[in-house]
């Protein structure tokens, strides 16, 4: 499970440096190769078979993930085995501590002394160990030790729950986990995600040059932001793999109860701008005078938020100014999940790098002739000006824009395969100033 290499490059940095460093042909093999399939001086091979397409399930949540585990370990009925992976030893020991004696509860981490000192039948744990999950075992509470490299042996339908306390369980490592009972089995798994979007996006720039040991830091920061991507993102990650996804709403209060600033994400406060007169009265004075009344649709939400302007608010005021500017809607970057800040600049940068380079211009207009095709037409676009862009926010610029117009992810390839999606007026309005 090559993609390892990135995922354990933050605490295992030297084993992986050594691994990097041997003079010979090396093989990666992995069923996920994001991160390392950039890694320089290597050269990808796929080997793809058509599997079925899965369906998780995914709750935000903002309780903390020993409650959620808790609930869902009172809410289990035992003809399902039940799989609850929490990235915390701690977690794991006081859910262990609590439902002993009253479930079947086996725990397995990587800290084999602990496990031998938890009151386990040795001779159960081993067949764990082995992936071979035995019928007094109602519930596994696990660390992402299980998503990788076992193929689960199970005798009954597997209930499988990531639990996190604030980001979502990474989204690699759930690609994996849902892989860990295979398709051809007569037993199914269903998986379940809980935690909250980030917003951050997918980084396929070429991993730099350097020492083995800096290689692998990288990786491993690499690898910890798919964990805080944003909601498209994310499930965008998880499709390509082969799972669709459902959002289920937990009740967790009304949302229009008054909130503080130190409990509030951006993308609240960009919704509920009222609650900041002064910079509110300026956005929508400008909207008037350009005629995009209508957009403040997006930005006057009911609820309360009991705190004066700070630095948030005045960054969010600006972005509104500057969108207005360059007839970015905002819809394209306040979704009702985020605030997405890096589309936003991106898209603003594309002005000021189409008016200052030639060779982004050449890109941009390369990307833009796909637009002559039928709605949903495939184009097929060369990626060797891409490449030769100036910066690499250039070419996020033009992934971002691409982004609006087309699905389409590889763009390490030397052409890229791009599916028209179904146009946007808002989005031809803001392309209008590249005509």
């Given at each position: 499970?090559?993609?390892?290499?990135?995922?354990?490059?933050?605490?295992?940095?030297?084993?992986?440096?050594?691994?990097?460093?041997?003079?010979?042909?090396?093989?990666?093999?992995?069923?996920?190769?994001?991160?390392?399939?950039?890694?320089?001086?290597?050269?990808?091979?796929?080997?793809?078979?058509?599997?079925?397409?899965?369906?998780?399930?995914?709750?935000?949540?903002?309780?903390?993930?020993?409650?959620?585990?808790?609930?869902?370990?009172?809410?289990?009925?035992?003809?399902?085995?039940?799989?609850?992976?929490?990235?915390?030893?701690?977690?794991?020991?006081?859910?262990?501590?609590?439902?002993?004696?009253?479930?079947?509860?086996?725990?397995?981490?990587?800290?084999?002394?602990?496990?031998?000192?938890?009151?386990?039948?040795?001779?159960?744990?081993?067949?764990?160990?082995?992936?071979?999950?035995?019928?007094?075992?109602?519930?596994?509470?696990?660390?992402?030790?299980?998503?990788?490299?076992?193929?689960?042996?199970?005798?009954?339908?597997?209930?499988?729950?990531?639990?996190?306390?604030?980001?979502?369980?990474?989204?690699?490592?759930?690609?994996?986990?849902?892989?860990?009972?295979?398709?051809?089995?007569?037993?199914?798994?269903?998986?379940?995600?809980?935690?909250?979007?980030?917003?951050?996006?997918?980084?396929?720039?070429?991993?730099?040059?350097?020492?083995?040991?800096?290689?692998?830091?990288?990786?491993?920061?690499?690898?910890?932001?798919?964990?805080?991507?944003?909601?498209?993102?994310?499930?965008?990650?998880l499709s390509h793999y082969n799972i669709d996804h459902l959002i289920k709403k937990?009740?967790?209060?009304?949302?229009?109860?008054?909130?503080?600033?130190?409990?509030?994400?951006?993308?609240?406060?960009?919704?509920?701008?009222?609650?900041?007169?002064?910079?509110?009265?300026?956005?929508?004075?400008?909207?008037?005078?350009?005629?995009?009344?209508?957009?403040?649709?997006?930005?006057?939400?009911?609820?309360?938020?009991?705190?004066?302007?700070?630095?948030?608010?005045?960054?969010?005021?600006?972005?509104?100014?500057?969108?207005?500017?360059?007839?970015?809607?905002?819809?394209?970057?306040?979704?009702?999940k985020q605030y997405r800040r890096n589309l936003f600049n991106s898209l603003v940068?594309?002005?000021?790098?189409?008016?200052?380079?030639?060779?982004?211009?050449?890109?941009?207009?390369?990307?833009?002739?796909?637009?002559?095709?039928?709605?949903?037409?495939?184009?097929?676009?060369?990626?060797?000006?891409?490449?030769?862009?100036?910066?690499?926010?250039?070419?996020?610029?033009?992934?971002?824009?691409?982004?609006?117009?087309?699905?389409?992810?590889?763009?390490?390839?030397?052409?890229?395969?791009?599916?028209?999606?179904?146009?946007?007026?808002?989005?031809?309005?803001?392309?209008?100033?590249?005509?």
């Open positions: 499970e090559a993609h390892r290499l990135a995922g354990g490059g933050d605490f295992r940095n030297v084993p992986v440096s050594e691994l990097l460093d041997i003079k010979s042909k090396k093989v990666l093999l992995t069923g996920t190769p994001e991160i390392i399939e950039h890694l320089p001086n290597y050269d990808r091979v796929d080997f793809i078979k058509k599997v079925k397409r899965k369906t998780c399930t995914i709750i935000e949540s903002t309780k903390k993930a020993r409650t959620n585990c808790q609930h869902i370990i009172d809410g289990h009925k035992s003809d399902s085995l039940l799989i609850l992976r929490v990235q915390s030893k701690a977690i794991i020991d006081t859910l262990h501590a609590v439902y002993q004696g009253k479930k079947n509860v086996f725990v397995l981490y990587s800290a084999d002394k602990q496990l031998s000192e938890a009151h386990q039948d040795p001779e159960v744990l081993a067949k764990i160990k082995e992936g071979v999950i035995p019928a007094e075992v109602d519930v596994l509470l696990c660390t992402s030790i299980l998503d990788a490299g076992v193929s689960l042996e199970v005798n009954r339908h597997v209930e499988a729950w990531a639990v996190s306390d604030y980001y979502m369980p990474n989204a690699i490592d759930m690609a994996q986990l849902f892989n860990r009972v295979r398709t051809n089995s007569s037993y199914v798994m269903n998986l379940t995600i809980i935690g909250q979007f980030g917003n951050s996006e997918i980084d396929e720039s070429p991993l730099p040059i350097v020492k083995s040991s800096q290689l692998a830091k990288k990786m491993a920061f690499r690898y910890s932001e798919y964990a805080e991507l944003d909601f498209n993102n994310y499930t965008g990650l937990i009740d967790e209060g009304n949302i229009t109860k008054v909130k503080y600033h130190r409990d509030i994400r951006p993308v609240t406060i960009s919704q509920n701008m009222p609650n900041f007169q002064w910079e509110y009265k300026g956005v929508i004075a400008k909207l008037d005078l350009k005629g995009y009344g209508h957009w403040k649709e997006i930005i006057t939400g009911d609820v309360i938020i009991n705190s004066k302007s700070n630095r948030v608010v005045a960054g969010i005021y600006h972005d509104l100014q500057d969108a207005i500017d360059y007839d970015i809607y905002f819809g394209l970057f306040i979704t009702p940068s594309a002005k000021t790098s189409y008016d200052s380079s030639e060779i982004f211009r050449t890109v941009l207009r390369e990307l833009l002739k796909g637009l002559t095709l039928q709605e949903d037409g495939v184009f097929k676009m060369d990626l060797m000006n891409y490449k030769n862009l100036n910066t690499s926010e250039e070419q996020k610029s033009i992934r971002d824009i691409a982004s609006l117009l087309y699905n389409g992810r590889k763009w390490t390839r030397d052409k890229i395969r791009l599916e028209r999606l179904k146009p946007c007026v808002y989005v031809s309005l803001y392309l209008e100033q590249y005509k």
